[in-house]
């Protein structure tokens, strides 16, 4: 079917200056990967989010298999995950030997809280994952008050919250792990895959571009020829005792230069997003079987624009959507105990109400950045008609 505004899977379009930018690294940069745009990147984004160390790596998934991999589970082991997120901030977990316990989210915000979070731990709990998610930034302060109270690591999967701010901190800053996506659909994507992981600890952070990187390092001697004992060295610091093996999760130069360039338009269209949706929202005020979750202010980036619609007139609402005005919307996060991926290795099981019925009425609205103002009045003009004609 072909949609007058579909639920696009780019998120923005890129200026002159950063297609500059990308074609000047390619046509520069020796080498295309591990270079200087590399360290520029990582170095500006810490500096961006208040960050002492930051990795660049393939995507948000490779950065969570990363922090699933330093967990160092053991037998019996639990993580505190929402049911209500996307995959991969469950399975790289699950890959890495923890028991995942499915935790429900607040009805209003669509995040997890620490209360919610508190209601699935164990003994055996050892660590829990926070998504930000739709852009809105949980309460990490209480939510870090939780996790000292019982030792657990906390991972914050902030891939759809890049710029997002919590009491004055930005997302992905409070924990363990902090998570960000450069994907095609995110606020800002750097060709379509990237990401980047931000770690606190010092001792983690020196094993991180090993992890990234095959194992590689400098030997820890100086040498006479540069070709002898081997053009470099495979080591690994053992941490908490353990083995680690590497991976290849590296970005390329290109992505990094591009990354970096972004990093001074975040904010703006941030800004941008945040102010559409809320002209969206106000403007549907007298319609409150539609109940979107509002917030003015940098908590929320609004990369995406979901709503829950009342009276279970959720289908009926995007068939139109379609059929009557070509708009696609779509739906969210399938919880994921009801995959059959999570059922058959025995995560079937969730007792998250709030979870299941916010998925079950929500609807996702398109909202990527290069929408025009003419899109906008069609998509708010269109939604005002559907709802009307189904006397809500
Ligand atoms: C909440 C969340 N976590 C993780 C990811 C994974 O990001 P990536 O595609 O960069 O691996 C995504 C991307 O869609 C996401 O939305």
Redesign the pocket.
């Known amino acids: 079917m072909e949609f007058k505004i579909p639920f696009s899977g780019r998120a923005h379009d890129y200026t002159e200056e950063e297609i500059d930018t990308v074609v000047t690294a390619m046509k520069s940069a020796n080498p295309l990967t591990q270079g200087k745009y590399l360290h520029a990147f990582e170095e500006k984004f810490c500096d961006y989010i208040g960050a002492k160390y930051a990795f660049a790596v393939?995507?948000?998934?490779?950065?969570?298999e990363i922090a699933a991999q330093l967990c160092q589970f053991e037998s019996g082991d639990e993580i505190v995950i929402p049911s209500h997120?996307?995959?991969?901030?469950a399975y790289p977990f699950a890959k890495k030997g923890a028991r995942l316990v499915w935790a429900d989210i607040d009805p209003k915000t669509r995040v997890v809280t620490a209360e919610t979070l508190s209601r699935k731990i164990t003994k055996n709990t050892r660590a829990m994952v926070v998504?930000?998610?739709y852009g809105y930034g949980a309460d990490m302060p209480a939510i870090m008050d939780l996790a000292k109270k019982h030792d657990l690591l906390v991972i914050e999967?902030?891939?759809?919250a890049m710029g997002v701010e919590i009491e004055g901190n930005k997302s992905g800053t409070f924990s363990d792990f902090g998570?960000?996506?450069?994907?095609?659909?995110?606020n800002i994507t750097t060709l379509g895959?990237?990401?980047i992981l931000v770690v606190k600890d010092e001792e983690i952070a020196k094993v991180i571009p090993l992890l990234r990187h095959n194992g590689h390092c400098a030997f820890p001697y100086t040498r006479k020829d540069y070709w002898i004992p081997a053009m470099g060295n495979l080591d690994f610091p053992r941490i908490h005792g353990k083995d680690l093996w590497p991976n290849n999760y590296c970005l390329g130069e290109i992505e990094c230069a591009l990354g970096a360039k972004l990093l001074d338009r975040v904010d703006q269209i941030n800004l941008e997003k945040r102010n559409r949706a809320l002209y969206f929202i106000d403007a549907l005020v007298n319609f409150p079987m539609l109940e979107f979750h509002r917030e003015d202010s940098v908590r929320h980036n609004y990369?995406l624009l979901a709503a829950r619609i009342l009276n279970g007139q959720r289908d009926n609402f995007i068939r139109k959507m379609a059929l009557e005005k070509g708009i696609q919307c779509v739906v969210q996060y399938y919880p994921l105990n009801r995959y059959p991926l999570y059922q058959q290795a025995g995560f079937g099981v969730a007792d998250c109400p709030d979870a299941d019925e916010f998925f079950d009425n929500m609807v996702s609205f398109p909202f990527h950045h290069w929408l025009s103002d003419e899109d906008m009045d069609y998509l708010l003009t269109s939604t005002r008609e559907v709802l009307e004609s189904m006397e809500l």
């Open positions: 393939s995507n948000a998934t490779a950065a969570l997120t996307f995959t991969s901030s998504p930000h998610l999967d902030a891939a759809q998570v960000f996506s450069f994907h095609s659909h995110k895959e990237g990401g990369h």
